[in-house]
């Protein structure tokens, strides 16, 4: 009657080594960690960076616990803090000989210490919040107004386009606050081009303006055309922070929009708060530009006397390159950029669509520059590189160009994942920041800790005391389900804040909860005089229905909480859903085939150990 078969035990056995393994890594701690990451798009860390870094130690004498290399740079671990900050020191001379121009990003890091059988089966700790880890907030303000004027000056170049593409004179086309300036010679031209406007920039409020002697246009962004620009900012700049963050390997960064014009960073475990500022403030810009490959300009260049309009900029592997100073094409109008191959000649390739307006201007261009060479700029704290610079050869319309020549399959990929990030849409300041140091996470910790194991013992020490066996056994299927729950949140690498351990904590008093609904009712059943075999049976599964309702019910709630609430709210809710699923399996499942497995085998059972009981019309007695 109270006996399992033999696959339940085998899958309880199987859950509770598994929960086991994959709680282990919690208890090891981090060890701290020096990363070398690329600060620049044709700088590449590989197996010659992680080399380099070897050396670089062994020369300045400082010994490391272990070097990796993954897609985020070159990690090596030290003993401690000390080790750690002289190591950072020597990496960063060793690195970057020039402050002034960083090729490099040198960051300090945790990684986690568990040990490699362990991270071999994936089995990883929790991500910590920056409550209990320690680490950065930052609150950034973004420059709406800038991303207003960067659009009203990108408009004004596509309003220039559009009027000599239908030949319509004009005496010029200027930015003057935030709205856009058109002069004409005279009033019929004017007509002609407010129409012109109208149809092809419906974003545009566009009046006369001006006298007869001197008629103008003026042309100002619509409300809800400003109100899409800074929404459009917001997003971008969330994206593009996403990809900088990841040069610092962080964690489970937050990134997230707070207001109309706000953006929220904390970055968990950031130990070098100046160099997340400094990644976070980097502005970046996509150029392309004509090459001047004139006989003699380039030596002339290099001599010191660049033609006029001219600069030089570095290729892909150090060559130089003499760039015309007028930009054709900007980041802005690029839509998509992915890696491929050449249909021709089957090399590896990007494929670059821009929108229509960029389209529009590439193609003209392209069609007066064949067999002309074009180089892709990015353009960075004032400092450009070329990431490439390919031949023209042939008119190239529809808005879908394609980059090839001298790239691996790799540096396309690379150059494909630069162009898509792009740059920030509008810049932004740093409006609060506050660091959290590691100390005083550590003390949450401790803290957070010391609660759930003293509530433990306090459950525990009732449970034996009140329920006897079965109390035990109620306290051994709470402990299985803390365990299931930590081994849950780390296989899904969850990220555990305060909030979070205060989950934990209810989650234990709710899975009890279910445990003393359990022993009542087989009490209950001792009460009406049935065996103690079909008590124990008839508890389980009159219980069960309770059990589940209520589990129900509150795991509703919790679900409500995880799809409206947001930043801690959601940390708890996410551990409160997962302990309401554990808990059904510790306190029905676990604890079931314990009491089979002490009492299901005795044929002629008498008596159980749950305590005192009273029957009507008798004194109290012992469980029978």
């Given amino acids: 009657m109270n006996r399992y078969p033999l696959w339940k035990y085998i899958t309880i056995a199987i859950a509770l080594v598994l929960g086991f393994v994959y709680t282990l890594p919690n208890f090891f701690g981090e060890s701290p960690a020096v990363q070398v990451s690329s600060a620049k798009a044709t700088i590449k860390v590989d197996a010659k960076t992680q080399a380099r870094v070897e050396e670089s130690l062994k020369a300045a004498g400082i010994t490391h616990d272990g070097i990796q290399l993954d897609f985020n740079g070159v990690k090596t671990r030290f003993k401690d803090t000390d080790t750690q900050l002289k190591a950072k020191d020597a990496l960063e001379k060793a690195f970057n000989p020039n402050p002034a121009d960083p090729q490099y990003v040198v960051a300090l890091n945790l990684l986690t210490a568990s040990p490699q059988w362990l991270t071999s089966l994936h089995a990883l700790p929790m991500y910590l919040g920056l409550d209990l880890r320690g680490g950065v907030h930052f609150l950034l ?35 003057e606050g935030d709205r856009i300036v058109v002069r004409f010679r005279d009033a019929e031209t004017r007509d002609k081009a407010r129409n012109l406007i109208t149809d092809s920039q419906p974003d545009l409020l566009v009046a006369d303006a001006g006298d007869a002697a001197e008629p103008k246009l003026i042309a100002t962004l619509k409300p809800e055309a400003q109100q899409k620009i800074g929404e459009f900012a917001l997003k971008q700049n969330i994206t593009t922070l996403h990809n900088r963050i990841n040069e610092l390997g962080v964690a489970e960064p937050v990134i997230q929009q707070q207001g109309a014009d706000r953006i929220v960073v904390q970055l968990p475990g950031v130990q070098d708060t100046a160099k997340a500022k400094d990644i976070l403030g980097r502005t970046a810009t996509l150029e392309i530009r004509m090459v001047d490959d004139s006989p003699g300009a380039l030596e002339a260049a290099l001599a010191g006397n660049p033609p006029f309009g001219t600069e030089v900029y570095n290729e892909r592997g150090g060559q130089p390159l003499l760039v015309k100073k007028q930009v054709v094409l900007t980041g802005d109008r690029l839509t998509d950029a992915q890696p491929g191959f050449d249909n021709q000649t089957q090399e590896p390739a990007v494929h670059l669509t821009l929108d229509s307006a960029g389209a529009r201007i590439f193609r003209d261009v392209t069609r007066e520059n064949v067999n002309k060479r074009m180089a892709i700029l990015l353009i960075e704290k004032g400092k450009g590189e070329v990431v490439t610079a390919p031949v023209i050869r042939d008119e190239i319309g529809g808005g879908r160009v394609q980059i090839s020549g001298r790239m691996t399959t790799m540096e396309a990929n690379d150059t494909a994942l630069l162009l898509r990030a792009g740059s920030l849409a509008a810049p932004m300041d740093i409006i609060e920041e506050r660091t959290i140091g590691p100390s005083l996470g550590a003390e949450n910790i ?32 709470l402990a299985s389900n803390l365990l299931f729950l930590v081994a849950l949140l780390s296989l899904l690498q969850a990220t555990l804040t305060l909030p979070g351990i205060a989950a934990i904590a209810l989650t234990l008093g709710m899975a009890i909860d279910a445990n003393v609904l359990i022993n009542e009712r087989v009490r209950e059943e001792l009460r009406a005089g049935m065996p103690p075999q079909a008590a124990i049976s008839e508890g389980y599964e009159r219980a069960f229905g309770t059990i589940l309702d209520s589990n129900i019910t509150t795991l509703i709630a919790g679900l409500a909480l995880l799809i409206f609430g947001s930043g801690p709210v959601r940390g708890f809710a996410v551990v409160h859903c997962l302990g309401i699923l554990t808990s059904i399996f510790s306190s029905v499942v676990v604890s079931r085939g314990l009491v089979n497995l002490i009492y299901g085998r005795q044929k002629k059972l008498t008596k159980v150990a749950i305590g005192q009981l009273w029957k009507p019309g008798n004194a109290t007695v012992t469980g029978k």
């Fill in 141 to 175: 303000q973004v420059d709406m107004k800038g991303a207003l004027t960067k659009r009203l000056d990108s408009t004004s170049a596509d309003l220039r386009t559009v009027m000599r593409d239908k030949n319509l004179r004009h005496g010029g086309v200027g930015r």
């Fill in 446 to 477: 401790r803290k957070g800790f010391q609660s759930t194991m003293w509530g433990f013992v306090a459950i525990a020490i009732f449970m034996i005391l009140y329920y006897q066996v079965f109390g035990v056994v109620s306290v051994l299927a």
